[in-house]
């Protein structure tokens, strides 16, 4: 093994340690402490099927395993696709700035989500708008893969212009149905702000599916990924058939997206700023880039999940948090792209 080697799977070692202290610490943090010593146990008794632990208060098991662990999972895996879709982005249209809102998904989940509230659906209970949520990040998706499509052939410039186009629309559109909610126009803007209140197990199981397909859809292909990096003719010269690679992590991406975006609202940043801060670490190599991407971004909005939850006197909604924190660091980006420095 290579000296590089090594030292990636140092990293990645221990990025994984650091998301799972994290994981332990944050199960502890709250109204209630639990000690890391207690949390392991309550996990150890519900992984055997009981929830009883000898000397331990009732109520513990029950904040552990329905109240906090669910929600700490959730944040971590929808930190984790996050940060996935954006290397993915990145990679395919060749921008640092690109992340997984750029084709306009997280506004179609927003439109979706908006008009079930506002036309009060109920029909799957507590999964109604999540699921309007989804398939309106679905229906953006295709209509922008439509709009950049002609002749067969789609560029970066299209898909990023299409993007805007869609997100304006819909941007426009959101707000007339906030207009048009009355009393209900404060659950609209909550939802658009983004939370992980009261996630179930459920929303845990399909955040772990999809981020796992598309990891190992994003792994496979990740050889040509770096091989579309040298442009157009080069891949299809070494073999790469571009067109279908593109549309497959496209697809990919923003499906992860789609999901994760259905579950927590709109985060923002989280897909721009953890790729941008892996590529200087690991490399541009994508095969490399999207495990410490994922394990990064996992641990970054498990925190400020955290600190929202855990120590701020209110709970800011994270979205709000992850944008204080990324705003910043988008404008320091576009600044350096402006005085010309080149993209790795």
């Known amino acids: 093994m290579s000296e590089t080697s090594h030292k990636y799977w140092l990293l990645v070692t221990g990025l994984v340690l650091a998301v799972l202290a994290a994981i332990i610490i944050s199960t502890g943090m709250g109204y209630i402490h639990v000690s890391a010593i207690d949390i392991i146990q309550v996990i150890a008794a519900g992984l055997d099927g009981s929830r009883f632990v000898e000397g331990l208060d009732q109520a513990v098991p029950f904040v552990v395993m329905d109240v906090r662990l669910p929600r700490i999972l959730t944040a971590a895996?929808?930190?984790?696709?996050?940060?996935?879709?954006?290397?993915?982005?990145?990679?395919?249209?060749?921008?640092?700035?690109?992340?997984?809102?750029?084709?306009?998904?997280?506004?179609?989940?927003?439109?979706?989500?908006?008009?079930?509230?506002?036309?009060?659906?109920?029909m799957l209970g507590q999964y109604s708008v999540p699921l309007f949520?989804?398939?309106?990040?679905?229906?953006?998706?295709?209509?922008?893969?439509?709009?950049?499509?002609?002749?067969?052939?789609?560029?970066?410039?299209?898909?990023?212009?299409?993007?805007?186009?869609v997100g304006a629309i819909l941007s426009a559109g959101i707000s007339f149905l906030k207009y048009l909610a009355d009393e209900q126009v404060a659950v609209i803007i909550f939802w658009l702000m983004g939370s992980f209140a009261s996630r179930s197990w459920s929303d845990v199981g399909l955040v772990a599916v999809a981020l796992t397909a598309g990891s190992c859809i994003g792994l496979f292909y990740g050889r040509d990924l770096d091989i579309m990096s040298l442009g157009g003719r080069s891949a299809d010269s070494l073999g790469v058939e571009t067109?279908?690679?593109?549309?497959?992590?496209?697809?990919?991406?923003?499906?992860?997206?789609?999901?994760?975006?259905?579950?927590?609202?709109?985060?923002?940043?989280?897909?721009?700023?953890?790729?941008?801060?892996?590529?200087?670490?690991?490399g541009p190599n994508n095969r490399r880039l999207l495990p410490v991407s994922i394990l990064a971004g996992a641990g970054l909005l498990l925190m400020a999940d955290t600190v929202t939850r855990a120590v701020l006197p209110v709970e800011v909604p994270i979205g709000v948090l992850t944008a204080l924190i990324g705003g910043p660091f988008f404008c320091v980006i576009f600044r350096r792209r402006q005085r010309g420095l080149r993209y790795e």
Do not use: E, K, W
């Open 133 to 165: 949520a989804f398939c309106g990040a679905v229906a953006t998706l295709f209509m922008v893969l439509y709009l950049s499509t002609f002749n067969g052939q789609m560029s970066a410039n299209t898909l990023i212009l299409s993007g805007v186009i």
């Open 243 to 282: 067109a279908r690679t593109r549309t497959v992590l496209l697809l990919t991406a923003s499906l992860v997206t789609a999901v994760c975006v259905a579950v927590s609202g709109i985060i923002g940043f989280i897909g721009l700023i953890i790729p941008h801060l892996m590529r200087f670490v690991v």
């Open 77 to 122: 895996l929808v930190g984790g696709g996050l940060a996935m879709s954006g290397v993915i982005y990145q990679g395919i249209l060749l921008n640092p700035l690109a992340d997984p809102y750029t084709l306009g998904v997280s506004s179609g989940a927003a439109f979706g989500a908006s008009l079930a509230i506002l036309a009060n659906l109920t």
